[in-house]
């Protein structure tokens, strides 16, 4: 069986991405949303890239953001993967040259898979909980049976996750990915080693059935 990739979002500080490179971490994320608790500056996320070893991807999550910001964040920052979180039309993901991950909101009365068939540049899809007024972040869980079953291995699964449930959320699922930011955290930005060891273990867990 595939193992399950981890990311690790909201992530404010080279300590907290050592924790999680320590656990074997495919990717952090780091948002440029600047009213998320979570947010960083470009000098902050080259401090903590600066931290990172080889083979740790590094995800800039933006929401609606104009393309100067866009583009200083690729000047300045090793960027790997840009991550949309908000109403971007696909030509607008793509015209960057740079790999892409669009996230979408489970809203209620969202046709799942044409929402993910419209994205079909993007190089990964992240599904999150749905919460009006906010891009991400929120803690919830939305309906996993709500997920088509033949996009599941393509997925990135988002909302809510912690060590106590994304054991579940594989088994359920199978998705090609999970990310958790809220669901390893202290506070808002700070990162639980506990908290990220356990998540690490569950995911482990999952992946050995």
Same mark, same amino acid.
């Given at each position: 069986?595939?193992?399950?990739?981890?990311?690790?979002?909201?992530?404010?500080?080279?300590?907290? $991405?050592? %924790?999680? *490179?320590?656990?074997? =971490?495919?990717?952090?994320?780091?948002? #440029?949303?600047?009213?998320?608790?979570? !947010? /960083?500056?470009?000098?902050?996320?080259?401090?903590?890239?600066?931290?990172?070893? $080889?083979? %740790?991807? *590094?995800?800039?999550? =933006?929401?609606?953001?104009?393309?100067? #910001?866009?583009?200083?964040?690729?000047? !300045? /920052?090793?960027?790997?993967?840009?991550?949309?979180?908000?109403?971007?039309?696909?030509?607008?993901?793509?015209?960057?040259?740079?790999?892409?991950?669009?996230?979408?909101?489970?809203?209620?009365?969202?046709?799942? !898979?044409?929402?993910?068939?419209?994205?079909?540049?993007?190089?990964?899809?992240?599904?999150?909980?749905?919460?009006?007024?906010?891009?991400?972040?929120?803690?919830?869980?939305?309906?996993?049976?709500?997920?088509?079953?033949?996009?599941?291995?393509?997925?990135?699964?988002?909302?809510?996750?912690?060590?106590?449930?994304?054991?579940?959320?594989?088994?359920?699922?199978?998705?090609?990915?999970?990310?958790?930011?809220?669901?390893?955290?202290?506070?808002?930005?700070?990162?639980?080693?506990?908290?990220?060891?356990?998540?690490?273990?569950?995911?482990?867990?999952?992946?050995?059935?």
């Amino acid at each position: 069986m595939i193992r399950t990739r981890v990311k690790i979002c909201g992530v404010t500080s080279a300590e907290d $991405a050592l %924790v999680a *490179v320590g656990n074997g =971490v495919d990717a952090i994320g780091l948002v #440029f949303w600047q009213p998320s608790p979570r !947010a /960083v500056s470009i000098e902050q996320a080259r401090d903590i890239c600066s931290q990172l070893p $080889a083979f %740790v991807s *590094v995800v800039a999550l =933006v929401v609606d953001a104009d393309d100067a #910001f866009i583009a200083d964040i690729l000047k !300045a /920052v090793p960027i790997d993967v840009l991550q949309f979180h908000g109403n971007e039309e696909p030509e607008q993901c793509a015209q960057y040259g740079h790999p892409f991950i669009k996230a979408i909101r489970m809203r209620p009365e969202l046709d799942v !898979a044409s929402a993910i068939t419209a994205f079909a540049s993007a190089n990964s899809i992240l599904l999150d909980a749905y919460q009006k007024g906010v891009p991400g972040g929120t803690g919830e869980r939305f309906d996993w049976q709500r997920i088509p079953e033949n996009y599941r291995d393509k997925i990135i699964l988002a909302g809510g996750l912690n060590a106590a449930n994304v054991k579940d959320a594989i088994t359920a699922v199978r998705p090609y990915a999970v990310d958790v930011s809220g669901g390893v955290e202290a506070s808002h930005g700070v990162k639980d080693r506990l908290k990220v060891n356990a998540f690490f273990e569950s995911v482990r867990q999952a992946d050995q059935y």
